[in-house]
């Protein structure tokens, strides 16, 4: 009787390939039939793919299921290839929105397109640095619009190489070298995010569930903080808008988000192997490089007619304080504006905008941003002497 | 057009319907001939022409060699060897090659501002140059007839699921299976389908989610590093690395099985190596075998006495380094193999074989110190200048005693864990194969592993990471 061995010996040929001279009908094609064929494992193909094709599409249903019943719902993911489609609605004479996740909360497009006659482009982006769009903008000579860039000073001045400045200088790299390919697989992603929870590349991804798990760190281990768990949704237009459990008051999302802002504003020690005065001294450069470079680019917009106003956005509780005491607006706000000769509007100046609670301390609720934008749009249009 | 993409996701199902609705042979092979230049054109559409351009010249001087005698067979071959090098030289060494020629210059005084060529790198421009290679290479050496079908070749050429980063088909491993039209068989189609997911779970669960993150903060770090976080940002890469490139070779058998080809392996379970040797018979097999077949034999190979042949050795290792990439770091990791070949062809010369190289505590330890001179190799292959590399190997080595942990705990338990599991199936399969391993597995347990990776690709997500070995 053959042993388990010798049939698979027989059923699993080894690869072999070799040559012998071809006949003449073979030779216009290249040479003589093949001769390595892959082995194929003999098992009961049919019954195994029919049961895990229902096995997967049922596991997907239930995740999809438990993902909206703790809260979830459908949203675009705003990754480069979503920006790049937003950036290249951008016509000569377009207000643009930039900057960071203020600009994407708290800015409503409609009551914006009513004020200011033109429906704004939003190119803002979370977690994000407004200058390198500000720069990619100004270097577009065929662009002369608008530019309404929020403000927040440790995202703006964000050195190079951190996460913020890298986040805005891949979507502009995206846009100048997106692939036709790239550039279908959104469309293609896009109705697909639009009707399933848990398609969400920053929240419910295995690398996000397991960056969940409680595990201690090593006593002074450097690992960077995490960022906030979802908590807005976005559009085709990329306008975000904060979901109801965030803004309901008391909210226990509410309150983790809160406690997720305050270790990411707050500056991170300075590196072990650089001395402390020498990294003063370099990310003060670095500041006043971003600050002269911002100034050339305001330049080169307004020289061709375009426009530039900085927004300071509405931030309240811990987060203010924090803001406050480590990016004081003496340090920061005022130098860019005096430096830029840009109009500025900041929002606790004026009675009317500076009443407005964000309920994780950051970001305006979705209701809230319609008002806020409404009464935004008088100082827009004052600033801009329209 | 990267497998993990929904573009080609729906690409695939419309090529995989429409092959296998046609009944002429034909027209299947027109179809995948347009399928895949609409494959590499969705990079970048100016790129096809350069592809095409390639691949008609060699069709062209495949002939030409054909019909030559004696000196001008040599002269048309190198023609058409010059043709692909400089093609390649051009693209991918261009800069490298002025900023060498620069500092050369400056060693003798003089200075020279080379301007720096903006050039692009077309994809996989280093693998399809090859597959057109080894065309007129094989009708030179005598072990292929030229193909009098354009159409036929171009395919060879440009074939997707191999076309930007391998494995390396020859010419004279595909022609044939163009004579006869290949019938659908459920069992080839599905593990075709198998293969394909088991690519993908390697890219994009065990590449990507589980080892990336690590690897590129290890190397990303510009302080010094305690030996724990240094070791392991190296053994995440080289488990990375692994998964990245092993995972788009099966990827690629998977979809050209789908499509009724058959592509030979490129990784046969490298981890488990004994010894160099064994592991280029193991990793990147097409690579290690092109070069073996048209640059060591032709060298002399082990036939010239035992320092020529060390020398071929180190000149093979050399130049592979430098087809992975334009720098130096690539140079160095080729010579560090090139050293550990020649050192275990000397040490196998003074050893010679002795019962107890066969014991199997020994072969293991051997192949532990396979897998750490392999991934001290990767140090300079990883990083993208000596500066790094030298703060790395320092790490490791205890040079930083009181350097920074940036490891989270959770990422030290995915490298061990996935390492381990890795080394595990590499040693449990050395001496087989995956197919013989499903064979033999339980119909329940291939069912639910094939479930659960397909699951956790689609829990994963991914974000379209393009696979490491492209940018060669």
């Known amino acids: ?386 | 057009m990267l497998f993990n993409s929904l573009t080609f996701v729906v690409f695939f199902v419309v090529v995989v319907t429409t092959y296998w609705s046609i009944h002429s042979w034909i027209a299947r092979k027109n179809l995948l001939v347009t399928a895949s230049y609409i494959f590499y054109g969705a990079w970048n559409p100016p790129f096809a022409a350069l592809l095409f351009s390639t691949t008609a010249m060699d069709f062209w001087l495949g002939r030409q060699i054909a019909k030559a005698k004696d000196q001008s067979r040599r002269a048309w071959l190198v023609g058409s060897v010059c043709m692909n090098l400089s093609m390649l030289g051009f693209f991918k060494y261009g800069n490298f090659l002025l900023e060498n020629f620069q500092w050369l210059l400056a060693r003798i005084g003089i200075i020279y501002q080379p301007p720096h060529l903006d050039i692009l790198l077309p994809v996989g421009i280093s693998f399809y140059t090859f597959h057109s290679l080894s065309y007129t290479l094989d009708i030179y050496r005598g072990v292929l007839q030229p193909t009098r079908s354009l159409r036929d070749f171009v395919l060879a050429v440009s074939f997707f699921p191999q076309l930007v980063a391998g494995p390396i088909v020859r010419a004279g491993d595909f022609l044939p299976q163009l004579v006869t039209a290949p019938r659908l068989r459920i069992g080839q189609f599905m593990w075709g389908l198998l293969l394909m997911t088991l690519g993908l779970f390697e890219k994009i669960v065990l590449a990507d989610t589980m080892l990336a993150g690590s690897a590129d903060r290890i190397f990303g770090y510009a302080g010094p590093l305690v030996a724990l976080d240094s070791w392991l940002g190296v053994i995440a890469f080289a488990g990375q690395i692994f998964f990245d490139f092993a995972g788009y070779s099966t990827c690629a058998i998977g979809a050209a099985l789908c499509l009724g080809f058959h592509l030979k392996d490129n990784f046969r379970f490298p981890y488990a190596a004994i010894g160099f040797s064994d592991f280029w018979r193991r990793w990147h097999i097409s690579l290690s075998t092109f070069l073996r077949d048209y640059l060591y034999i032709p060298l002399g190979g082990n036939r010239v006495g035992w320092t020529r042949a060390a020398i071929n050795l180190v000149i093979v290792m050399f130049l592979g380094g430098l087809w992975h990439g334009a720098a130096w770091t690539f140079v160095v990791w080729g010579l560090l193999h090139g050293s550990y070949l020649v050192i275990e062809h000397a040490s196998r010369a003074l050893i010679g074989e002795r019962a107890w190289t066969g014991n199997f505590a020994v072969k293991l330890l051997l192949g532990f110190v396979t897998y750490g001179a392999v991934c001290l190799a990767w140090v300079f292959f990883r990083a993208s200048d000596f500066t790094i590399a030298t703060r790395m190997l320092r790490g490791m080595f205890g040079g930083h005693p009181h350097g920074d942990a940036i490891l989270a705990t959770r990422e030290m338990l995915q490298i061990g864990i996935v390492t381990f599991f890795m080394m595990l199936a590499h040693w449990s399969l050395r001496e087989t194969n995956v197919e013989t391993a499903v064979t033999r597995l339980p119909r329940w347990l291939v069912t639910t592993a094939w479930a659960l990776m397909a699951c956790a690709i689609i829990l994963t997500q991914g974000t379209s990471n393009a696979f490491i070995y492209f940018q060669f």
């Not at chain 1, 809160?258 to 300075?270: E, G, R, V, Y």
Request: net charge positive.
């Open chain 1, 1 to 386: 009787m053959p042993s388990s061995t010798s049939n698979f010996k027989r059923i699993l040929q080894l690869p072999r390939l070799f040559f012998r001279k071809p006949t003449e009908a073979e030779s216009v094609h290249g040479g003589p039939p093949l001769e390595f064929e892959r082995p194929i494992p003999q098992i009961p193909w049919r019954g195994i793919t029919v049961v895990v094709v229902v096995v997967v599409i049922a596991a997907a249903c239930a995740w999809e299921f438990y993902c909206r019943s703790i809260g979830y719902g459908p949203t675009l993911n705003d990754n480069e290839d979503l920006w790049t489609m937003t950036r290249q609605r951008v016509k000569p004479e377009s207000v643009v929105i930039i900057g960071d996740s203020r600009g994407w909360f708290d800015l409503d497009l409609d009551e914006l397109q009513k004020g200011l006659g033109k429906r704004p482009v939003q190119l803002a982006m979370g977690g994000g640095c407004g200058y390198p769009v500000l720069a990619d903008l100004a270097d577009d000579k065929t662009f002369h619009g608008t530019i309404i860039c929020s403000f927040v000073p440790r995202l703006f001045f964000a050195p190079p190489g951190t996460p913020p400045m890298e986040r805005g200088e891949k979507a502009v790299r995206r846009s100048h070298t997106q692939t036709p390919a790239q550039h279908v697989s959104e469309y293609l992603a896009m109705p697909l995010e639009e009707h399933v929870a848990f398609l969400k590349q920053e929240e419910l991804t295995l690398d996000d569930l397991l960056k969940r798990l409680p595990i201690p760190n090593r006593p002074g281990a450097r690992v960077p903080p995490r960022g906030p768990p979802y908590f807005g949704t976005l559009d085709r237009e990329r306008r975000a808008r904060m979901i109801e459990e965030c803004a309901r008051p008391g909210s226990e999302l509410q309150k983790r988000i809160q406690q997720i802002w305050l270790p990411l504003f707050t500056p991170p020690p300075p590196p072990s192997y650089i001395p402390t005065d020498v990294f003063m001294a370099k990310m003060k450069d670095a500041i006043e490089k971003r600050a002269r470079d911002t100034i050339a680019a305001v330049k080169k917009l307004r020289a061709r007619g375009g426009k530039v106003i900085f927004v300071r956005l509405p931030v309240t509780g811990g987060l203010k304080a924090l803001e406050d005491k480590t990016t004081p607006r003496n340090q920061t706000w005022d130098p860019l504006l005096k430096g830029t000769g840009a109009p500025g509007i900041y929002f606790e100046d004026f009675p009317e905008l500076a009443t407005f609670n964000c309920p994780e301390w950051s970001h305006l609720s979705a209701g809230d941003s319609v008002e806020f934008s409404k009464r935004l749009v008088p100082h827009l249009r004052a600033a801009l002497g329209m």
